[in-house]
Nanobody, 124 residues
Framework: QVQLVESGGGLVQAGGSLRLSCAASGPTFSGYVMGWFRQAPGKEREFVAAISRTGVTPYYRDSVKGRFTISRDNAKNTVYLQMDRLKPEDTAVYSC?????????????????WGQGTQVTVSS
């Protein structure tokens, strides 16, 4: 099990940028595929991005491709989500998640550990 704590959310104007961080506890961070998900009010949780254990292979939902970048630093037990050219429809609570697997995937129910989330609000 790994404990996850997100930070970096906030209020930004459309077109702006934010960088989310997710700090993990425990010595086995490099053994986890890491994902970012988001949930807007009244909507279901949706996949945003995921990254392989080594950080070589990212995976994005179509609507964020070219705007968001997921990365990780295994030495710092941290995964990041750089969000550029933000849109009002990106407004949501963003959560990171960990899955001890070898396959990068977007299936939320298979992620075992979750952070509390951080609010991102994009004004028009």
């Amino acid at each position: 099990q790994v404990q996850l704590v997100e930070s970096g959310g906030g209020l930004v104007q459309a077109g702006g940028s934010l960088r989310l961080s997710c700090a993990a506890s425990g010595p086995t961070f490099s053994g986890y595929v890491m994902g970012w998900f988001r949930q807007a009010p009244g909507k279901e949780r949706e996949f945003v991005a995921a990254i392989s254990r080594t950080g070589v292979t990212p995976y994005y939902r179509d609507s964020v491709k070219g705007r968001f970048t997921i990365s990780r630093d295994n030495a710092k037990n941290t995964v990041y989500l750089q969000m550029d050219r933000l849109k009002p429809e990106d407004t949501a609570v963003y959560s990171c998640a960990a899955d001890m697997t070898t396959v990068v995937h977007n299936t939320s129910v298979e992620y075992d550990d979750w952070g509390q989330g951080t609010q991102v609000t994009v004004s028009s």
